[in-house]
């Protein structure tokens, strides 16, 4: 039962049906860059918003401003690159 369960997580990102959109950080102090790309890489449809602007504090910092890039990904206010 156990393989089961990491079976399912394992293939869950990519059934997916709902907009998602996510801050990575280039210079996160805590997250890997290239485990959070490839991470992003096994969610179908993810919309990444790639910034160096801030580092791993950013709904800390400036919630409001992050919340509305990301809520405009998926609402198509801006376009994907």
Do not use: C
Request: aromatic content about 10%.
């Amino acid at each position: 039962m156990k393989d089961v369960g990491v079976l399912l997580l394992r293939e869950l990102p990519l059934l997916v049906q709902v907009p998602v959109a996510a801050a990575v950080y280039y210079e996160d102090l805590y997250v890997d860059f290239s485990l959070s790309q490839a991470t992003a890489a096994q969610i179908s449809g993810i919309r990444l918003w790639v910034t160096n602007e801030y580092m791993h504090s950013g709904i800390r910092e400036d919630g409001s401003r992050v919340l509305d890039q990301l809520f405009g990904m998926i609402k198509g206010k801006f376009p994907l690159r």
